[in-house]
């Protein structure tokens, strides 16, 4: 195998988007859960900032608001009988116990005898816990109890390793006999403030820490109530514990009534799609524009543009409303102007928005930040496919400005040099590099593993932007400019046929990743070659070689398809881009076999990924994990820093499944359509309620029977139609 070159660094200390891996200082697991653009990431034990660990705490809008809240009893923290999230991510449930302990050189209270109920969940940018204290001995306790709590006001990027000359200002206050209010005057003259409420009132209330003597009665009970509100306008005045969770309940069970559910037969898998929709759920925010997938926690909850339309992609056909409200918020941040230090041109669509205090004094180009190649067109492909599955052409006509602005920039900035190709390089040196979905810094490199040198057109986007045209054309058709509709065909004729004479390799055997800024060919084996088959830009006979290409053992790992091939140069299992396994990739390559026709093919990748979910914590497929050979008896590795939940893994089995299905939903014309479906046996008996078509709904049961797909269409209203071809 070549070795890269050694005058190419491995990482860069000051890579934007870099996560910096550093040994955990906690014995113990963690668990995330999320409410609008407030989140926790608490261990096990219920705590947040146990052990020194730096990367737990309650964050809003960027900002870390708590960064130690810890419970000890009788000056030691208690033992961890067992934690688990509830099944709608919605409350983290832990059970502890009392360790021994020791007064005046005897036993005062055996191991074993206090039962600690622990709940914790995330409501209108509070964080909330409830500590059920049970005394299982047959005397009364007067039970020392002790709640650490503090802010720091981190920046979510300098929890995430990035160092800061300075900081402004935090000042800590004791409010009330139960309240303890934070105080953070920011660099950016900002001013963010968290207020914790306990209840009941302590014996002794400092700065950071609650100190209590609760007297439990002999198989009795006492609750300690602990709210954290972070000042924001959407806080709220505190309520109670319970009231708090049955609004968040209510909530989640109307928003589950408005969507498409499925149910299948096999347990294993009908607990893999549960957990990817809960994750779904947890990760959605209600924004101005609508509901709009955050990408993941904790690194990246907030907008991004590039996670959010592929992850409203995958998902259209169980949920519009999400695609709908990704492509409002997406051409309300459009980009108007030029701006090199955004990396901004007009029409551009956005790739990420932070809202914390190193954005808004520019230590991080990242307030509003255009850096996404792949963004532009995607917002057209998703725009197309959302009116086709609605027929909603109210809001075609509200979105066309922006898709129109969007082909501009295709023509225009995207393509400086008129060759057709849309391709990228950076404008400030302090965004990124690589502005694919890759986009690490060394993610696109030559088959001698030097890096490749830009402006650099990468093979998937060219088949972004073919599909964009094709369907601004269709939209273009619906509007009545049809003198545009035959431009934009026309132009993605054009490319097409650009595309096969420039990406196809003859010495791969499958399409270069990319082209450099001599337009030479990047001849490298990459599943990127497997995005182009999404689009239907590729040569049939070819999209059969890189299908073949892709099952490879090369690509293939048995768990799901790598990013790159083991033959090729930088290729690293552990990497965060070069031969690591990420399961939307996975399913976008699947929805190119479908588009081929092998919809049969996607069996293997879709039992690799199931395998893979069913070894991992909750049965949740994390944002990516390491490329190692399957072997038999071991689990997939992890990949350290990976965001769980990811919007678009928890999408992946949701699209890989829609793919299988050959599904495709005509809004106009209310009907529903299952083009050869291909069901796995590990699938069995598949159940499908409330799917839509335009205003049209339908219920229906997918079975395989000797090998074929049988349908039985339980109800259709309003005019829907099921059909199988």
Same mark, same amino acid.
């Given at each position: ?15 934007? &988007? ?20 407030? %989140? ?19 964050? $809003? ?14 000056? +030691? ?24 302990? =020791? ?13 600690? !109920?622990?709940?914790? $969940? ?30 720091? !006001? ?29 105080? /953070? ?25 609650? %100190? ?26 505190? #309520?109670? $514990? ?51 997938? $955050? ?81 532009? @067109? ?7 496919? =959302? ?7 109210? %809001? ?24 057709? !190709? ?30 490749? &040198? ?9 088949? =972004?932007?073919? &599909? ?17 509709? +035959? ?23 499958? *399409? ?58 930088? /290729?690293?299992?552990?990497? *965060? ?58 689990? @997939? ?5 990976? #965001? ?47 799917? +839509? ?22 109800? #259709? ?9």
């Amino acid at each position: 195998m070549a070795v890269a070159p050694s005058r190419q660094p491995d990482h860069l200390e000051h890579e934007p &988007e870099r996560i910096h891996a550093a040994a955990d200082s906690s014995p113990r697991a963690h668990e995330t859960l999320k409410h609008d653009d407030a %989140f926790v990431v608490v261990d096990t034990h219920g705590d947040i900032g146990a052990f020194g660990n730096h990367s737990d705490g309650f964050f $809003y809008n960027d900002t870390r608001y708590i960064s130690r809240l810890e419970l000890l009893i009788a000056r +030691r923290p208690p033992l961890l009988l067992g934690s688990t999230l509830d099944r709608k991510d919605l409350q983290l449930c832990c059970d502890l116990t009392n360790t021994d302990v =020791y007064s005046n050189g005897g036993l005062w209270l055996h191991k074993d005898v206090v039962h600690v !109920f622990r709940t914790t $969940y995330v409501r209108d940018a509070s964080l909330r816990q409830r500590l059920v204290f049970t005394n299982h001995s047959n005397i009364d306790l007067n039970l020392p109890v002790t709640i650490f709590v503090d802010a720091d !006001f981190s920046d979510i990027f300098e929890v995430r390793g990035m160092r800061r000359e300075k900081r402004g200002t935090v000042r800590r206050n004791v409010e009330s006999p139960h309240s303890v209010r934070f105080v /953070y005057s920011g660099l950016d003259s900002v001013v963010r403030q968290t207020t914790v409420y306990i209840d009941p009132e302590p014996v002794s209330l400092r700065e950071t820490s609650a %100190f209590f003597r609760l007297h439990i009665p002999a198989k009795g009970t006492q609750r300690v109530f602990v709210t954290a509100v972070a000042e924001s306008d959407r806080a709220r005045a505190p #309520c109670s $514990y319970a009231k708090g969770l049955r609004d968040a309940q209510r909530h989640l069970r109307r928003t589950e009534q408005q969507a498409t559910s499925i149910e299948v037969s096999q347990p294993d898998l009908d607990h893999v799609l549960k957990r990817s929709l809960a994750d779904l759920r947890l990760l959605i925010t209600e924004t101005p524009d609508g509901p709009y997938p $955050y990408a993941g926690t904790p690194w990246y909850s907030t907008t991004f543009g590039r996670d959010a339309l592929i992850t409203a992609l995958q998902v259209l056909w169980l949920d519009p409303s999400i695609a709908r409200g990704v492509l409002r918020r997406l051409a309300r941040y459009q980009a108007q102007s030029h701006d090199a230090a955004a990396d901004a041109q007009p029409g551009k669509i956005l790739h990420e928005m932070r809202n914390g205090e190193m954005a808004a004094l520019r230590e991080i180009p990242f307030g509003l930040y255009y850096g996404s190649v792949d963004s532009t @067109p995607l917002f057209i492909v998703l725009a197309g496919a =959302y009116i086709t599955a609605t027929g909603d052409k109210d %809001f075609l006509r509200e979105i066309w400005p922006a898709i129109l602005k969007a082909l501009e920039w295709i023509n225009g900035p995207g393509d400086p040099d008129g060759d057709g !190709f849309v391709e990228y390089a950076r404008e400030t040196e302090e965004g990124l590099s690589n502005q694919g979905w890759k986009d690490s810094h060394d993610a696109i490199f030559n088959k001698d593993g030097s890096l490749a &040198e830009g402006p650099l057109a990468l093979v998937e986007v060219q088949g =972004y932007v073919y &599909e964009a045209k094709n369907v601004a054309a269709r939209m273009a058709t619906m509007l009545g400019q049809d003198d545009l509709a +035959r431009r934009l065909q026309d132009e993605a004729a054009a490319l097409q046929k650009n595309f096969e004479e420039q990406f196809w390799s003859p010495e791969l055997g499958t *399409y270069a990743v990319a082209l450099d800024g001599r337009k030479r060919r990047v001849d490298v084996r990459s599943s990127n070659a497997g995005h182009a088959l999404s689009s239907g830009i590729a040569d049939s006979e070819r999209a059969m070689r890189v299908i073949k290409q892709m099952l490879s053992p090369n690509f293939f790992s048995g768990w799901g398809i790598r990013t790159i091939a083991t033959t090729e140069a930088r /290729y690293n299992p552990m990497s *965060y881009h070069n031969g690591s396994i990420w399961p939307h990739d996975n399913s976008m390559i699947g929805a190119g076999f479908a588009r081929y026709g092998r919809s049969d093919q996607i069996e293997a990748v879709f039992n690799g990924l199931l395998d893979a979910a069913l070894n991992m914590s909750q049965g949740r497929l994390p944002e990516l994990f390491c490329g190692f050979r399957r072997r038999a008896g071991r689990a @997939p590795i992890l990949y350290p820093v990976a #965001c769980s939940p990811q919007a678009w893994a928890s999408g992946s089995m949701l699209h890989l499944l829609k793919s299988l299905m050959g599904l495709e939903i005509d809004g106009a014309s209310r009907t529903i359509t299952l083009k050869a479906p291909y069901l796995p046996e590990r699938v069995g008996e598949m159940r499908v309620r409330n799917m +839509r078509a335009g205003a049209g709904v339908a219920d229906f049961i997918l079975r395989r029977k000797n090998g074929a797909v049988t349908i039985d269409v339980a109800d #259709c209203r309003d005019g829907a139609k099921v059909l199988l071809r």
